[in-house]
C-alpha cells in the first residue's frame, strides 16, 4: 500500500522560511518521480514543484521558482520542500505526490497534506 505522510507545515511571517517533509512507504521510492501541489482556501490544486529519480531533475512552478527548493533522499525514502521568502499567497495545503504530474490532478496517490500558513 501506498503510503505518503507529510509534515513541517506552520504558521510563518512573510518572508520567513519552512521545510516541509514527505515520508514515503509501500512502493520503491528510488523509482519514482514525486512532486509537490498544494491547495490553497477554497481554491483547486495548484502544481508546485516535482523531481526525478535518480539524477535530480527539478521542475517549477512560476509562482514558486527561486523560492523553494525541492529536494529527495532515496536513503530515506523522503521528498522535501524548503520554503523561503514566503508570501502570504503561499498560505495552502502542502500536499506530496507519488510520480511527476504537471498538472492541478487527478493524483491517484496523494498525502493527507501539511498546512502552510503565512500571515503577520
Known amino acids: 500500500e501506498v503510503r505518503l505522510v507529510e509534515s513541517g507545515g506552520d504558521l510563518v511571517q512573510p518572508g520567513g522560511s519552512l521545510r516541509l517533509s514527505c515520508a514515503a512507504s509501500?512502493?520503491?521510492?528510488?523509482?519514482?518521480?514525486m512532486t509537490w501541489v498544494r491547495q490553497a482556501p477554497g481554491k483547486g490544486f495548484e502544481w508546485v514543484s516535482s523531481?526525478?529519480?535518480?539524477?535530480?531533475?527539478?521542475w517549477y512552478a512560476d509562482s514558486v521558482r527561486g523560492r523553494f527548493t525541492i529536494s529527495r533522499d532515496n536513503a530515506k525514502n523522503t521528498v522535501y520542500l524548503q520554503l523561503n521568502r514566503l508570501h502570504t499567497e503561499d498560505t495552502a495545503m502542502y500536499y506530496c505526490?507519488?510520480?511527476?504530474?504537471?498538472?492541478?490532478?487527478?493524483?491517484?496517490?496523494r498525502g493527507q497534506g501539511t498546512p502552510v500558513t503565512v500571515s503577520s
Open positions: 505526490v507519488k510520480d511527476i504530474i504537471f498538472t492541478s490532478g487527478p493524483y491517484p496517490y
Open positions: 509501500g512502493f520503491t521510492f528510488s523509482n519514482a518521480g
Open positions: 523531481i526525478s529519480t535518480k539524477d535530480d531533475v527539478t
